[in-house]
């Protein structure tokens, strides 16, 4: 199947000019769900993985069921205030201002292998944020993985150096 | 395992007097992840299920890997404002004021049956809101699964009538 197909495009969300790509769509038809799990999971072969984080909050849909396909600890990476406990924090460039995400301190360990996973790759800022964590645990972030990337942003330039891996790639808006 | 092992107590978080029961050791332990997977994936054994509802944000996780397991659709029910297409609404008691949530308008269809899948099962109103949501469709809830009960609350009451499971339950702060 094309996951492309199962994917629903919204113009003016959330904002006017933006097209948004609806994965909703995708997460209700079973046989495109359990495809793009599959293709996760495939990825993930032969790779050595600790941990799989997931970031809030589509990314935990996909983190989640590929943290229980590859038998693996799951973490939670979130947005300030969240985590109850003690928390690592990254701050992030928004197109106007800065936003942060937290991960618990204690989630990894140094030298954990650890595989993000989102819904989307856009401009790489929470990704490259995320990937920043990982390393200030002393951890190391084996490969990126998304169900979409807006491959007309600057999101791989931004996450040089890493493994990026996504299933659908939109070249214009 | 006794699942409730794996879950960390945090008190006076998110505010003074209340303890808060943090699942993110679960998911960071793969045997006791793996093992709340297993026994929803066995309340579920014998019952047809149509889609899985999962409440945003940590019922994404659980929800996402029971619908893998399953092999049925998820739907995600977020906060106000989240989802790009048409939605219902339902709104819900705070303990000062209300809150609601939403799901896309088109996502289940007369008929379906839906088991709902959230972290928590705590006074019940997210819940039972999400269950207005399911049958304002006309679809029905056939089952709300969690995590965590916290039995000193009356969530079994506000959800009576519907079949309630749970994995660990405290019977006190």
Redesign the interface.
Known sequence: MDLKSAI?S?PN??KKGIV?R?I?TL????AA??QS?DQLENYCKGKKID?IL?I???G??????L???M??????I?KKGK???KTIRQEYQLEYGTDSIEM?AD?LKPGDLVLVVDDLIATGGTLSATCKLVEQSGAKVIGIAALIELAFLPGREKLTGYDVFSLVKYDSE
Chains 1, 2 share one sequence.
């Open positions: 629903r919204i969300f959330p948004f609806d909703t997460l209700l038809d079973k769900f359990k799990i941990k997931g809030e909050s589509r935990f849909i996909f983190g989640g069921a943290a229980d396909r038998g693996v600890g799951f973490v939670p979130r985590l109850p406990a618990h989630a």
